[in-house]
């Protein structure tokens, strides 16, 4: 099946500093990208959706000067936490959908600690 | 109208058993139905998948049975094993929806030796 990577696996940082979350679609061309974040024992929150080369969707409460999203290829996403607080501790999954728009396959997710 | 409702929140079972998990949505407009596995610290990976015009699937030891009328689907794990202990999502996506999954709650399931 279709894969989906995510890097870092997980990422321990101080408070106020920036964090990069790539995501990449290794054999697939995925025009759509959608960034989630999910709290232990929660479902998976939507934060973001986008599409190669425009702006991305951001969800209602989801700050989008806080959570950059870039889509600049059919192949990579990237999601920047910017001055990160401890209550950006999450686990943040990406997801990709191909340009068929059937099935939408999940990274192995992101583990984010801010100290 | 964009919910899904999943239960059980967990479930226990003997190896051997058959799990059920239910899920009910509202919206008339969601045409794909996936179920997700999801292991401790990994992403959530596609276990089956079914659209509103057909009653049952079946894919190895998973199925799906899917009633629109009632708008409840549910997963049916056969001669469950304890590798199949993770957490599972139903999930729901509709062209009214921008083709966003919506996600149920979520069951843990636990299937001892």
């Known amino acids: 099946g279709a894969v989906v990577s995510q890097h870092p696996s997980r990422v321990i940082c101080k408070s106020g500093t920036s964090v990069k979350i790539e995501c990449r679609s290794l054999?697939?061309?995925?025009?759509?990208m959608f960034w989630y974040r999910q709290f232990p024992k929660q479902s998976l929150m939507l934060m973001a959706t986008?599409?190669?080369?425009?702006?991305?969707?951001?969800e209602q409460g989801v700050e989008k000067d806080k959570f950059l999203i870039n889509h600049a290829s059919l192949t990579l996403s990237t999601l920047t936490v910017t001055s990160a607080h401890p209550e950006d501790s999450s686990f943040y999954i990406c997801?990709?959908?191909?340009?068929?728009?059937?099935?939408?396959?999940f990274g192995p997710g992101t583990r984010l600690l801010v100290l | 109208q964009q919910q899904v409702k999943q239960s059980p929140q967990s479930l226990i079972v003997q190896k051997g058993g058959i799990p059920i998990i239910n899920c009910a949505y509202e919206?008339?407009?969601?045409?794909?139905f996936p179920w997700y596995q999801q292991f401790p610290g990994k992403g959530p990976a596609l276990l089956i998948a079914?659209?509103?015009?057909?009653s049952e699937k079946k894919e190895g030891r998973f199925t799906i049975s899917f009633n629109k009328s009632a708008k409840q689907f549910s997963l049916h794990i056969m001669d469950s094993q304890p590798g199949d202990s993770a957490t599972y999502f139903c999930?729901?996506?509709?062209?009214?929806?921008?083709?966003?999954?919506?996600f149920g709650e979520g069951t843990q399931l636990t299937v001892n030796p």
């Open positions: 997801s990709a959908r191909d340009a068929r728009g059937q099935t939408q396959y």
């Open positions: 054999d697939f061309q995925a025009t759509t």
């Open positions: 986008s599409n190669e080369g425009s702006k991305a969707t951001y």
């Open positions: 919206n008339t407009a969601f045409d794909y």
């Open positions: 079914i659209r509103p015009d057909v």
């Open positions: 999930a729901a996506r509709g062209w009214s929806s921008g083709s966003r999954l919506t």
